[in-house]
């Protein structure tokens, strides 16, 4: 049993002093106003929920630095991602992926949803051992103590009716049932979650969608939907519909299914995914790193889908500037403002999010619930003067205020560092092996 006493506590009634949170086999047991017991570990600031990372390729974290040093588009920015893909292997991958979640951890993430399609070695070969990559990023998570959800994807054609270029071999099972069959392999645990992920219209044939979808009906559900316009122009040209109405006839929407970036959509594509109950994933950092566009977030979340949060390709890792983002973001395109509150961009944060992982019992400070505690600093030069409210961690703090992170229970980042690994050490000697 550990306790930790919390200077200020965001619990589901609100804002509360001097709150002491007993913990036991990394769960909450007890949440009550109190003094601090001797044992008890201090937590200063305000102590929010942990934040959930749910869309994350952790490879991409490369190329932060490297692909802003030209103009280009996506597409050339994805050639620069196909080159650091093109020689990863599960010892490397493991080690960059370590530290990259050593990142998050230290930005107050304490789950995240890693969309893994980097499956075999180069050419397509496949390792002895079928989900070796997989189970690097499984390792890497749960050696610094980040909760993950594998979202193992399939991607089987290099574009709609194209071929798999070379880079593209590593990342293909053959076809959908191949896929399925290695995934059947792979098995979850406490703070592992395996689930399913499509990489988008473009890398899975409209006919093989469902059998993507079914594989784990109980799982989370992920897929990149129309995040470039050139995505919907050959969906339209091949299929005669959008890549949300492709989604929609093959049985992929529902209330497990996380829709990621969901930025150029129709109308009718909005009342497919409101009225499934199909989150939208924005990862507002790097759809504007990209250039891809803003997407519709307050239409999506008035047709009854709900808003989650990534850092995808690692441009930035700080889910403080997600949220925010989706409101500021919003208030460029419509030339209005309050369009979301700070309540509701952390509860993206935190409740919604988390339950789009599968962590249904995350995401809030109560009893019963998984142990994940955040302290955020209201003394630095973003936050001093600002009080303490859900206001100044959403619209003022960063991901550099984070002081402390407790997560199911274990105490993992204290006094802004990580307690097992030198964070900024491991990135640099992880990216110089594969750049």
């Known amino acids: 049993m550990t306790a930790y006493w919390c200077a200020r506590?965001?619990?589901?009634?609100?804002?509360?002093?001097?709150?002491?949170?007993?913990?036991?086999?990394?769960?909450i047991t007890a949440v009550e106003a109190g003094t601090a017991p001797g044992d008890a570990v201090r937590l200063g600031g305000l102590v929010v929920p942990g934040l959930a990372n749910c869309h994350s390729h952790a490879f991409h974290r490369a190329l932060r630095g490297r692909t802003q040093t030209e103009r280009g588009t996506f597409w050339t920015w994805r050639?620069?991602?196909?080159?650091?893909?093109?020689?990863?292997?599960?010892?490397?991958?493991?080690?960059?992926?370590?530290?990259?979640?050593?990142?998050m951890l230290l930005a107050g993430i304490t789950?995240?949803?890693?969309?893994?399609y980097l499956h075999h070695a180069p050419g397509g070969r496949r390792y002895d051992q079928p989900n070796a990559m997989g189970e690097a990023l499984i390792a890497a998570a749960r050696d610094v103590g980040l909760r993950i959800a594998l979202l193992d994807t399939c991607y089987v054609a290099g574009g709609?009716?194209?071929?798999?270029?070379?880079?593209?071999?590593?990342?293909?099972?053959?076809?959908?049932?191949?896929?399925?069959?290695?995934?059947g392999q792979l098995r979850g645990a406490d703070?592992?979650?395996?689930?399913?992920?499509?990489h988008s219209v473009r890398g899975v044939p409209a006919d093989q969608l469902t059998a993507v979808a079914s594989l784990l009906p109980e799982a989370p559900l992920h897929v990149h939907l129309s995040e470039q316009v050139a995505e919907n122009q050959a969906c339209l040209a091949a299929y005669g519909r959008t890549?949300?109405?492709?989604?929609?006839?093959?049985?992929?929407?529902?209330?497990?299914?996380?829709a990621v970036h969901a930025t150029h959509l129709t109308g009718p594509d909005i009342g497919l995914l409101g009225g499934s109950a199909t989150y939208a994933c924005f990862c507002p950092t790097t759809e504007r790193d990209l250039a891809d566009g803003i997407g519709p977030s307050v239409a999506l979340r008035e047709a009854g889908s709900p808003l989650t949060l990534g850092s995808d390709s690692h441009a930035v890792i700080d889910l403080f500037?997600?949220?925010?983002?989706?409101?500021?973001?919003?208030?460029?395109?419509?030339?209005?403002?309050?369009?979301?509150?700070?309540?509701?961009?952390?509860?993206?944060?935190?409740?919604?999010?988390?339950?789009?992982?599968?962590?249904t019992d995350a995401?809030?400070?109560?009893?019963?619930?998984?142990?994940?505690?955040?302290?955020?600093?209201?003394?630095?030069?973003?936050?001093?003067?600002?009080?303490?409210?859900?206001?100044?961690?959403?619209f003022a703090a960063t991901g550099a205020d984070v002081t402390d992170v407790v997560v199911d229970g274990v105490h993992r980042v204290a006094d802004s560092h990580h307690l097992k690994l030198d964070v900024a050490a491991e990135l640099a000697a992880a990216i110089a092996e594969v750049t």
Not at 191 to 198: H, K, Q, R, T
């Open 79 to 103: 050639e620069q991602m196909y080159a650091v893909a093109s020689i990863l292997t599960p010892d490397s991958y493991y080690r960059l992926a370590r530290a990259v979640y050593g990142e």
């Open 9 to 27: 506590a965001l619990l589901p009634g609100g804002i509360a002093e001097r709150v002491l949170v007993t913990v036991e086999n990394g769960r």
């Open 191 to 198: 703070g592992v979650v395996i689930g399913a992920a499509a």
């Open 321 to 359: 500037e997600e949220m925010r983002a989706v409101e500021l973001d919003e208030r460029l395109s419509s030339q209005e403002r309050g369009h979301w509150s700070a309540p509701e961009l952390l509860t993206a944060a935190t409740v919604d999010g988390h339950r789009s992982l599968g962590f």
């Open 363 to 394: 995401g809030t400070i109560a009893v019963g619930a998984r142990a994940d505690l955040v302290a955020v600093r209201l003394d630095s030069v973003r936050t001093a003067g600002t009080g303490a409210s859900v206001e100044t961690v959403v």
């Open 111 to 116: 789950a995240v949803g890693e969309f893994h």
């Open 243 to 258: 890549p949300t109405q492709v989604l929609d006839e093959a049985g992929f929407l529902s209330g497990r299914t996380s």
């Open 160 to 183: 709609i009716d194209q071929p798999l270029n070379e880079v593209q071999q590593r990342f293909s099972d053959g076809d959908a049932s191949a896929w399925g069959s290695r995934v």
